[in-house]
């Protein structure tokens, strides 16, 4: 089974904290995304990347940042965390390879609150 | 207006029933439609996918394409308390190459 690890399911920071949120596939996916999901909103793509080093703005990119310097792993940033990013953040993997373009796989979520 | 609109319900049925999830989208050219489910506290997985028109079927779940009219539904026939969980209708939309838009997703309750 493919298993997308994220690295806190809960996490509480303060205005203006720098924030790192992981994110570790086992399944060698080349695509791998970052999403948030607010109640009304549903998700949002944040970045996503397909490829080590590379990496692509979603629809709304601004005050984060990615990393992605190996394959399974991808970080998400907060350069400076602030109340409007209190949100669920969902990574997810996937791999043209499936034949499913569509078929994301995705982790747990990290629950994050910014006070 | 929004890429890919669903009715936040809830939607309640009864046990049993036929349960119904709609989903319009605004790109006439996408390709590509899926649903997703999502419980209380989890993260969404994939149960159905279609590309073509017409009439897809996977055990209790249907889905329908209509690329003329926009629209994706999601039939739930013999509806059962664990199918309670938000659905959310997926479109590869063209432009953006393989990126995926979601809905905000209807909220379905099965009574039992």
């Known amino acids: 089974d493919v298993k997308v690890t994220q690295s806190s399911r809960y996490l509480v920071k303060r205005t203006g904290e720098k924030v790192f949120l992981e994110c570790v596939q086992d399944?060698?996916?080349?695509?791998m995304f970052w999403y948030r999901q607010d109640p009304g909103l549903g998700l949002r793509l944040i970045y996503f990347?397909?490829?080590?080093?590379?990496?692509e703005k979603g629809d709304i990119p601004e005050g984060y940042s990615v990393s992605r310097e190996k394959k399974e792993r991808f970080s998400l940033i907060l350069e400076s965390a602030s109340t409007n990013q209190t949100s669920m953040y969902l990574c997810?993997?996937?791999?043209?390879?499936?034949?499913?373009?569509?078929?994301?796989?995705f982790g747990e979520g990290s629950r994050l609150t910014v006070l | 207006q929004k890429e890919v609109e669903q009715n936040s319900g809830p939607l309640s049925v009864p046990e049993g029933a036929i349960a119904s999830l709609n989903c319009t989208y605004s790109?006439?050219?996408?390709?590509?439609f899926f649903w997703y489910r999502q419980y209380s506290g989890k993260s969404p997985e994939l149960i159905m996918s279609?590309?073509?028109?017409g009439d897809k079927e996977d055990g209790r779940f249907t889905a329908q394409l209509n690329k003329a009219s926009q629209y994706v539904s999601l039939l739930i026939r013999d509806s059962q308390p664990s199918d309670s969980a938000t659905y959310l209708c997926?479109?590869?939309?063209?432009?953006?190459?393989?990126?995926?838009?979601f809905g905000a997703g209807t909220i379905l309750r099965v009574k039992s």
């Open positions: 997926a479109v590869n939309i063209t432009e953006y190459g393989n990126k995926l838009v």
């Open positions: 990347s397909y490829d080590v080093k590379m990496k």
């Open positions: 399944m060698d996916h080349e695509n």
């Open positions: 790109d006439r050219v996408s390709q590509s």
């Open positions: 997810a993997s996937s791999t043209p390879a499936s034949g499913r373009p569509g078929e994301l796989f």
């Open positions: 279609i590309y073509s028109n």
